[in-house]
C-alpha cells in the first residue's frame, strides 16, 4: 500500500468534501499539521466541523480556515489566542461545541477504538451536561459523552518510517495520537521520513496501521508565545 505522497495536496487528493468532520492534532501551535492545513485552505472545501484543542492563532494553523470562513463548527476545549474565532462565535457565525480538554481527548481516543461513547464526571451539574445521559454509578452521577469518528485525520510527527510509525516530540504528542486514531482516514506530515525497521519499537507512539498516508516537509513552527529573561545590567 502506498502511503508516502510528494506533497499535501497529493495527499489531500479524493478525500476532501463538503460538510466533512476533521480531527486536527496539536496543542496551541505545537505539533500542528501546518502543510495539510494550508492544503485544506487551498483546497476551498467548505462546511467542515473541526475537532481540535484550540484553532491556532489569527494568521496561522487552523486560524488560516476561519479566516477563509471553511469552519462552520468548531469542537475546541480552548478558544485561547485566536481573536477572530472569538468574534465569529460571539457573533453567530461560528457553532461552538466546548469539552472539557481531557474529555475531549479521550472522545478521539475512543473512536480510534471503535468505542461509541463512555461516561464521565467531568462535567456534571454544569453547562457541559446539557442534554446529554446521565447515569448513576455508586452513588456518583456520570454524563455520557460520544466517541468522535472523524472522515479525516491531519496530524504532525517528528519521525517516521515508511510504513507510518511514528515518533511525536514533547507536547506534540498530547492531542496528535488520539487525533490520529479516530479518522476512517489518517494523513500525517513529519518532519523526518526514516527507513521501516530503523525506528526502535519501545519508541514508537503511534503504530503505522493507523496512517493512511504520509508526507514530508520543512516547517515553520511558530511560538505562540515568545516570553525571554530580560539580559542582566540590560
Not at 468534501?17 to 476533521?22: C, P
Not at 515518533?167 to 506534540?172: E, I, L, N, Q
Not at 492531542?175 to 519501545?202: Q, R, Y
Request: with cysteine; proline share 3%.
Amino acid at each position: 500500500m502506498k502511503k508516502l505522497y510528494a506533497s499535501a495536496a497529493d495527499a489531500l487528493d479524493g478525500v476532501l468534501f463538503d460538510g466533512m468532520l476533521i480531527a486536527a492534532g496539536g496543542f496551541g501551535l505545537c505539533g500542528i499539521p501546518e502543510l495539510l492545513i494550508d492544503g485544506i485552505v487551498a483546497s476551498g472545501v467548505k462546511d467542515l466541523t473541526v475537532a481540535s484543542n484550540n484553532a491556532g492563532v489569527d494568521d496561522f494553523g487552523l486560524g488560516k480556515l476561519l479566516a477563509t470562513r471553511q469552519i462552520k463548527k468548531m469542537m475546541s476545549s480552548y478558544v485561547g489566542e485566536n481573536a477572530e474565532f472569538m468574534r465569529q462565535y460571539l457573533s453567530g457565525e461560528l457553532e461552538l461545541e466546548f469539552n472539557p480538554q481531557g474529555t475531549l481527548a479521550e472522545r478521539m481516543r475512543a473512536g480510534g477504538a471503535g468505542i461509541p461513547g463512555f461516561y464521565t464526571k467531568t462535567g456534571v451539574g454544569t453547562v457541559i451536561a446539557e442534554g446529554k445521559e446521565v447515569k448513576t454509578f455508586d452513588g456518583q452521577d456520570y454524563i455520557l459523552e460520544r466517541g468522535i469518528f472523524a472522515d479525516l485525520s491531519i496530524v504532525k510527527a517528528w519521525k517516521a518510517d515508511e510504513t507510518g510509525n511514528a515518533v511525536f516530540r514533547k507536547t506534540a504528542r498530547n492531542f496528535n495520537p488520539p487525533a490520529a486514531m479516530c479518522g476512517k482516514i489518517c494523513i500525517m506530515e513529519v518532519e523526518e521520513i526514516v527507513p521501516t525497521g530503523s525506528l526502535d519499537p519501545d519508541t514508537i507512539h503511534l503504530p503505522g496501521i493507523y496512517v493512511h498516508r504520509l508526507i514530508r516537509g520543512q516547517h515553520e513552527k511558530r511560538i505562540e508565545q515568545r516570553t525571554i529573561r530580560q539580559r542582566e545590567g540590560a
